[in-house]
């Protein structure tokens, strides 16, 4: 059985966005899959572009949607499972990316997928996204197996 652990909470505007950025640097690890939850346009991509920038990162970034992955050097993966299957991305062999050293930031991550990283012995952290007019809220969990 799967337990959540509640690491922060808290609400930013896109001009504080770099707080929770730096919530995350301080409560993650340097390796972790971070799952971003949220409905579409609660500001999933936003957030990644907000780390990438803090990180040093020049790259465009924006949601992988076709392509599944983009890496933005210094360790930062970003995906996009929206339409993808873990039989998709097992096929592709993309689950061995996760073995790669740094943050996995992604979109969309299903339970299916989710369930066989904890088993694997991933860290799964949850960064849950919700709209409150010009604010994000921003729940980060940790999910231990």
């Given at each position: ?5 509640l ?14 950025v ?5 409560k993650?690890p ?12 609660s ?23 076709f ?5 933005y050097?210094?360790?930062l ?20 990316e ?11 991550l299903?339970e ?10 991933y ?5 849950t996204i ?7 809220n921003y729940k980060?969990?940790?999910?231990d197996a």
């Amino acid at each position: 059985m799967q337990k959540k652990r509640l690491l922060a909470q808290n609400s930013a505007s896109l001009e504080t966005l770099d707080n929770i950025v730096s919530i995350l640097e301080e409560k993650l690890p340097k390796d972790a899959i971070v799952a971003l939850k949220g409905d579409l346009a609660s500001g999933k991509t936003t957030l990644v572009q907000a780390i990438a920038k803090k990180r040093g990162s020049s790259a465009n970034v924006s949601s992988p949607t076709f392509s599944l992955q983009h890496y933005y050097g210094d360790g930062l993966y970003h995906y996009d499972l929206y339409r993808s299957s873990f039989e998709e991305l097992a096929r592709l062999g993309l689950l061995e990316e996760f073995d790669k050293s740094g943050w996995h930031l992604v979109e969309w991550l299903d339970e299916k997928l989710q369930n066989f990283l904890l088993v694997a012995g991933y860290p799964i952290y949850i960064v849950t996204i919700s709209v409150d007019k010009d604010y994000r809220n921003y729940k980060i969990e940790f999910i231990d197996a």
